[in-house]
């Protein structure tokens, strides 16, 4: 009896190469064994959460500590605090946010600033936001480990849809259903959200719920092509909404899906009996535009997309400006897409080295590809050699959805494909790379790919057991090769980590079969490939390279950004106990809390006991970014207040924080750090001990 399921109409779903119909009521057979009709569904749900609780491991690491040494689920990467401030104008019944919260991520439009991420994380805060201030800025992981869990969950079941629309009720194998926990195992970890992890921010929270909602989204519609019901409606409706509100290239890929499928029952391609499902879907879908437009248009001044003219970044960047001036202005382009099509699909695009851990992002920044100007580009993983399972395993899918004969009812997909697909024409045009916006991908990558696994095994049926050995080896294999690139990317040095988190992956790195070689020189250089460990004079310094290029960014520039360090020695960090003496008002004195050769750090009144930190001297450089001043904050009299002050010559950084807000910027000279006294201020010094430079010493022999 042939394993295949039961053939649909020419009318419904188009010819199928199935020689015959399979009696849905006969017994389900694997391997000569008939078993209960069950049987299949309780082998893929034990599969997929095998599959997704050994790659919860890794992922919640990196969410949650990544080197830390400290498992805090409200882990959280500035700038996290956007929708939070966006929840707070929507409780107070407006979108616009206190200026100058957002910082250089600020739209203006109507006097007011605005950011241009969508609200939906800002809606699931709203409960929490309503009653306490304790969890500002700190609720970016807990949302990131739930869209991951919606993302698990959804990839699950629109798996199990897939392979229904396709074979229908054709049993479940035990070597099926490892490959099945395999691929959802891939989706979730051996992809770009176990990086997004890695950095809990804002930009990364709205790239995990957009890749989250678009999968719920595709089963939902799935669920609607195959038996459209007023809940199924409904579901599809409030996923597509969520979409919409979060992200918009994945957000209008949601409503083209939805406007698609309507058209296909509008067609009676699902059966005269299922026209009347169009009308819903087509109101919901217009609806659901109407409305995304309306919160655009409230928040950056147009309907659709966005002017990267009105954003702060582009006030206070000169190279901003340069790559829009070389583009008449706009920010996408098709001049952009060999470089983009080069960065994303690029069939060697992973880092690969003989240290820890081995595979993962490449070691310089995605490079232009003819006379075009980018406005920035990092380290890239491309998606064929990043996740090598969802790029085969889709090719396959595309094969087996657009071939003139298709199996079972996999044609209506090819509606949700091409909707998904087009979800990546934005990243592709856009002349910005970074390894995020692989994110943009994956819904695509996800469906296509489930589409050719249940066709690869409905291949496999009409084979011996050694055949389908083979085949579940070689998809473990490539599963557990994107899992490792994509988690030794999130592990590995970025922009945004610690001098802690650095020095845990160096020394994690000389236990796991050694460090690299250190490069030593008394001066920094400006770029070095990542990874790179430099040593700065008689171990004074060792820093390990991010490979990010700050080149376009001058400021930032000439405070080495490329470079983290990994040991610094005492008299770096300085702490500094404050209390004012007297009552604060605007425009009185600026108080001088420390110095540092020329360089002052003081507190500037700018209102009734409120302050801000500044860094003053004559000897500062002129770059309109990163500001040498922080937002106000309060500081009551009498009341002792920590400020820490962190000085690295080698770096050519000064930082100085306290009260929740921070500075950093350009050092010159070579100090020394002194608390010279203020009359208005009671200071109590205290210098942390540094590092012994033992691991400098170590790597570089001099110990």
Not at 639 to 662: K, R
Request: hydrophobic fraction near 45%.
């Amino acid at each position: 009896m042939s394993t295949a399921g039961p053939v649909a109409t020419d009318e419904v779903t188009g010819a199928t190469d199935d020689p015959a119909p399979v009696d849905p009521t006969a017994p389900d057979v694997v391997d000569g064994e008939a078993g209960p009709p069950d049987r299949s569904r309780r082998r893929f749900t034990v599969a997929v959460v095998v599959g997704l609780v050994v790659v919860a491991i890794p992922y919640v690491w990196v969410l949650m500590d990544l080197w830390t040494g400290t498992v805090d689920p409200l882990r959280h990467v500035s700038p996290s605090d956007f929708y939070d401030l966006q929840g707070r104008a929507m409780l107070s019944g407006h979108l616009y946010v206190p200026d100058g919260s957002l910082g250089i991520e600020a739209f203006l439009n109507g006097g007011h600033q605005y950011t241009y991420f969508g609200i939906f994380p800002s809606l699931l805060r709203l409960p929490v936001l309503a009653v306490t201030h304790a969890f500002d800025g700190r609720l970016t992981a807990p949302s990131m480990l739930l869209a991951w869990v919606v993302t698990g969950l959804s990839s699950a079941v629109l798996l199990w849809r897939v392979r229904i629309l396709i074979r229908g009720s054709a049993v479940l194998g035990a070597a099926e259903a490892v490959c099945c926990g395999v691929l959802v195992a891939s989706v979730n970890a051996g992809s770009v959200l176990v990086v997004l992890a890695g950095t809990p921010k804002v930009s990364h929270e709205d790239l995990a719920w957009s890749v989250a909602l678009t999968v719920a989204t595709l089963f939902a519609l799935l669920g609607v092509v195959e038996r459209p019901s007023a809940p199924r409606l409904t579901l599809a409706g409030v996923v597509v909404l969520g979409a919409a509100l979060d992200r918009s290239p994945t957000g209008y890929a949601c409503i083209i899906a939805m406007l698609l499928v309507a058209g296909w029952f509008g067609l009676g391609r699902a059966g005269a009996q299922n026209r009347r499902a169009a009308i819903p879907l087509a109101a919901m879908g217009v609806g659901i535009l109407a409305l995304d437009g309306l919160v655009n248009w409230a928040k950056l001044g147009m309907p659709y997309g966005l002017s990267e003219a009105n954003q702060v970044w582009t006030q206070v960047n000169a190279h901003r400006r340069l790559y829009l001036a070389s583009n008449g202005g706009n920010a996408f382009s098709l001049h952009y897409l060999p470089s983009t099509l080069a960065a994303y699909l690029d069939p060697l695009g992973i880092g690969v080295s003989s240290h820890f851990p081995f595979l993962g992002l490449p070691d310089h920044p995605a490079r232009a590809v003819g006379a075009v100007t980018l406005d920035q580009s990092y380290p890239t993983a491309s998606v064929p050699a990043a996740m090598p399972l969802l790029f085969l395993l889709s090719i396959w899918g595309l094969v087996c959805a657009f071939r003139p004969r298709p199996v079972g009812r996999v044609q209506a997909m090819r509606l949700l494909l091409v909707a998904t697909a087009a979800g990546t024409a934005a990243v592709l045009l856009f002349g910005y790379i970074a390894d995020r916006y692989v994110a943009d991908f994956l819904p695509f990558l996800a469906l296509a790919s489930m589409i050719g696994l249940v066709d690869v095994w409905r291949r496999f049926e009409g084979t011996g057991r050694p055949a389908r050995m083979v085949g579940v080896l070689a998809i473990v294999a490539l599963g557990a090769f994107g899992v490792w690139v994509n988690v030794g990317a999130a592990i590995t040095p970025s922009g945004l980590w610690t001098s802690a988190q650095a020095g845990a992956f160096v020394r994690a790195q000389q236990a796991l079969g050694g460090a690299p070689p250190v490069q030593r020189g008394d001066t920094l250089p400006e770029w070095a490939p990542a990874g790179t460990l430099f040593a700065t004079g008689s171990c004074s310094g060792l820093y390990v390279s991010n490979g990010f290029d700050y080149s376009t960014v001058p400021g930032q520039q000439l405070q080495h950004e490329t470079w983290i360090p990994v040991e610094q020695p005492t008299g770096t960090v300085h702490v500094l106990e404050v209390t004012r003496n007297g009552a604060i008002e605007a425009g009185g004195p600026p108080a001088v809390l420390a110095t540092y050769g020329t360089t002052s750090v003081v507190l500037e009144p700018t209102g009734t006991d409120r302050v801000r930190l500044a860094l003053r001297g004559p000897d500062l450089p002129d770059v309109p970014y990163p500001p040498s001043v922080t937002p106000s904050v309060e500081l009551r009299p009498g009341v002792p207040t920590y400020f820490v002050i962190t000085t690295d010559p080698h770096l050519h950084t000064i930082e100085a924080s306290g009260q929740g807000v921070a500075v950093q910027f350009v050092l010159p000279g070579d100090g020394p750090f002194a608390v010279p006294g203020d009359p208005t201020l009671h200071i109590v010094t205290q210098t942390p001990a540094g590092s012994p430079m033992a691991l400098c010493r170590q790597l570089t022999g001099t110990g």
